[in-house]
């Protein structure tokens, strides 16, 4: 069924049809859905406009979906998990019909007493709301939340196996430029400048854009993780991890690196063990994304040292106020986010090989394979490059490839507009925007 969108100016409302199928997939399963992602990504949208007029064009009737926002201060009364329970329950008035109770902004729930027991430690949350309502056959359970105090491993773990969790990010390429009003060429410039935050296209300037996702990391991003780790100090050092991640997209490193960085950078002392786990929390929430680095020969994880990429390309831009717009790093970030939203299991590679240096003594040596993409038993090996056009250019792009012993799929995605094609090793060749507008570039 197709999902009727608007766009206008002041009020965008997407398609975002890859999450409405997968809701539409996991409807009725018996288990609750779990919709996480980055705060401000459309995950309120999704549920409450775009999946609820999808119910509602199948025949579910109004009365039949139940939905509750918990950050309005007229439900502030239901963030005691009894009353939510009791609202919940009362708008379930017939056994044969079935109901889709739609939660938002579920972490604002208080977890209280439990006022039928003495045990102090016995609390009532609305993990038992949502667990108690999912024992109805008749009733099929969403909720969303913020990442301050609602993680998705934090609720799958909860929910005891029995929740799927759908998880939201920044607007795509294709879901961009869908609503932008320019060329692919245009569309591309101010994806890589302002990214993928649906709020960003209704705004017209520089200074608009800039503002709003400076302040969606200042008094957003930052604030979560500040109050869900009760983090009174090293603030300074969040800050500067932040931005040395920012400085450094594509870069291999490792927090004894980071380390390192700090103090003779920044004349900071910080523990490595302290780095990585302020990583962790930057991953938890959604802003940075962690790739592990594989040796393609040799069939093993490398841990030495692993790349960091920001979850969307504008609030990377925004951390270093929009100074250090290097298009290859950026071109790189947006292909490893598209790889992940396509729910790809994606690698970095090395590819390790003997030669001989200039006194004719044996040494081995490591080229990079910028993403090993696996789908199943399918595999792909694909480098992100402005042009191939130079011919010393190109050749520096294929080396990796042309030493990887095996006959899956070979790619090198382009900044260049070209009509793919494919060499006489077998390599293709394709334009980013054509990449990232057909999935099927892939199959």
């Known amino acids: 069924m197709r999902i009727d969108a608007k766009i206008l100016r002041g009020d965008i409302m997407l398609p975002r049809k890859q999450y409405v199928d997968m809701l539409i997939k996991k409807r009725d399963n018996g288990r609750v859905k779990v919709i996480t992602g980055l705060r401000r990504c459309g995950k309120s949208v999704l549920l409450f406009q775009l999946y609820k007029s999808y119910l509602e064009q199948d025949g579910v009737p109004e009365e039949q979906i139940i939905s509750l926002a918990l950050d309005i201060l007229e439900n502030a009364k239901y963030r005691n998990p009894m009353e939510l329970d009791k609202y919940i329950r009362e708008r379930i008035v017939h056994d044969k019909k079935r109901y889709y109770v739609f939660i938002d902004e579920i972490q ?91 709020l960003t296209l209704t705004m017209d300037s520089h200074e608009d854009k800039s503002r709003y996702l400076r302040e969606l990391f200042e008094r957003t991003y930052i604030k979560d993780i500040l109050e869900r780790h009760k983090i009174r100090n090293n603030t300074e050092v969040l800050d500067v991890l932040l931005d040395v991640i920012a400085s450094g997209i594509g870069s291999l490193t490792n927090p004894t690196r980071l380390s390192n960085t700090f103090a003779s950078e920044r004349q900071i002392k910080v523990a490595s063990d302290t780095i990585d786990t302020y990583l962790k929390y930057f991953s938890d929430a959604f802003l940075l994304r962690k790739a592990e680095r594989y040796d393609v020969k040799g069939r093993r994880y490398i841990k030495s040292t692993s790349k960091y990429y920001y979850s969307d390309p504008g609030l990377r831009n925004a951390r270093l106020r929009f100074r250090q717009l290097e298009e290859p790093h950026l071109m790189e970030n947006v292909l490893y986010n598209d790889l992940i939203r396509r729910n790809l299991d994606v690698d970095v590679g090395v590819v390790e090989y003997n030669t001989k240096d200039n006194n004719g003594k044996n040494i ?68 980013i925007e054509q990449f990232l507008l057909d999935e099927g570039s892939l199959k």
């Not at 913020?146 to 993680?151: D, G, T």
Request: glycine share 6%; with cysteine.
């Open 108 to 198: 604002f729930v208080s977890e209280i007493q439990n006022p039928y027991v003495d045990d102090p430690e016995a609390k009532i949350t609305f993990i038992d709301v949502v667990l108690g309502l999912m024992q109805k056959d008749n009733v099929d359970v969403y909720v969303a939340g913020s990442n301050s105090k609602m993680l998705s491993s934090d609720i799958l773990t909860q929910f005891r196996d029995r929740a799927d969790e759908i998880r939201v990010y920044p607007l795509s390429f294709a879901e961009f430029y869908d609503s932008y009003a320019g060329d692919k060429r245009g569309a591309w410039q101010d994806y890589c400048t302002y990214g993928g935050m649906p």
């Open 364 to 431: 081995r040596k490591q080229l990079e394979v910028d993403f090993v993409v696996n789908r199943g038993f399918e595999r792909y090996y694909i480098q992100s490059a402005l042009s191939v056009a130079d011919p010393e250019k190109r050749a520096q792009e294929t080396s990796s490839l042309l030493r990887i012993p095996d006959s899956f799929r070979k790619m090198i995605v382009v900044k260049d507009y070209m009509k793919p094609w494919i060499d006489e090793h077998g390599i293709q060749y394709i334009g």
